[in-house]
């Protein structure tokens, strides 16, 4: 792995979070779509709607956080992307804006029919959305976003048989992931029924999305042969079996009941395909232009890499505990804000302690080895530093009962 990799593979995971996170939250909106008339109806959709409303706008920082990671870390890319497919990012940005309003102004509908008209707007923008946003990456994948300022077709690079195929593809999986959420979410708020329907809804998705993809299959070999071909050997074939893997558990999670596994593995099941195509295309980022040769210069790729990491230890906390409270019950209970402790408590606990100190040693190293030394091996040891510099203060950004409520 070289310092160039770096920022690729972070927003590779960014892309990963919001495939999953926002999915499910696009699903929720397919769902309230197709729930039908009646008393019944209505129930599924206050349910999606419901469901969603602690995290529906944190799940885009995701997005944001990929799109600056890569214009930041890969310009050139990023400006023929941009430009190239201006049209589908368009209509995704616009997909966005009317989801967040009718969102916030089904809250303000005093009746049923108004309700509706928003749900649908609602529900039609949670499909439109991930459509636009898998087209674009079809286009990306298929190797039809050529170097350059608008350089590719406005309409053909995007809207063909690839790019239509893993846009619809992106629906399907939204729509299953959101049913595999909602189910977990009704047993924990007691909705028997509600947990069958969408128990029933994630099979039926789930069938679907499976038959999208094997049917997809000669599109991907006709229009995409490269892609095709990175996937069907070495380590983008090991990805695409990991995630046949994953899919299989969660099929059977799912008929046992077992929705927060089954939660992990659908998450496992589409990082999966996400590492396949980061496996089949590599070291190829755009026609012609390699990572190498698209990433930016060394100091820009360092600053990055030093700003995403101090910015994970703010972050990841803040959601990790948002998600911890929302899948606990426990978001809105109405009790007193827990203070954290100060630097000084903090740093005099022994376990909290020598977790500080050894994520400043790590951070220090991580410095050294990025910024001072050039060779490869040092931007390894420097990055792998950097990572497990994250990853020993983020417990320590936590308030210390954090862990004691969950036992």
Known sequence: MHLYDIPLIFALIGLVFYVVLGGADFGAGFWQLTAGKGPHAQSIRDHAHHAIAPVWEANHVWLIFVLVVVWTGYPTAFGSIASTLAVPLFIAGVGIIFRGTTYALRAGTAERKEQRVVDTAFSLSSILTPFALGTVVGAIAAQRVPVGNAAGDQFSSWFNWTGILVGVLAMATSAYLGAVFLCADAVRTGERELEREFRRRAF?????????????????????????????????LAA????????????????????????????????????????????????????????????????????????????????????????????????????????????????????ARLAGVALLVALVFLTILDAGWAHAIGATSLLAAGALAFPVALPPDVFERER
């Open 204 to 236: 039926a998705a789930a069938l679907i999305a499976g038959g999208i993809a094997l049917a997809g299959l000669p599109v991907v070999r006709s229009e995409a042969r490269p892609l095709f071909e990175g996937l069907v050997h070495g380590r983008g």
């Open 240 to 355: 695409v079996l990991v995630s046949v893997a994953a899919g299989v558990v969660t099929f059977l999670l799912l008929w046992r009941r077992r929705y927060e596994a089954a939660r992990y593995a659908s998450t496992v099941a589409v990082a999966a395909v996400v590492a396949g195509w980061a496996f089949a295309q590599s070291p190829v980022i755009l026609p012609g232009l390699t990572i190498q040769e698209a990433a930016a210069s060394h100091d820009v790729l360092v600053t990055l890499i030093v700003a995403v990491v101090a910015g994970a230890v703010i972050l990841l906390p803040s959601l990790g505990l948002l998600f911890r409270l929302v899948l606990g019950g426990r978001l809105g209970e109405g009790e007193a804000p827990r203070v954290a402790p100060a630097t000084r408590e903090v740093l005099a606990a022994s376990r909290t302690g020598l977790r």
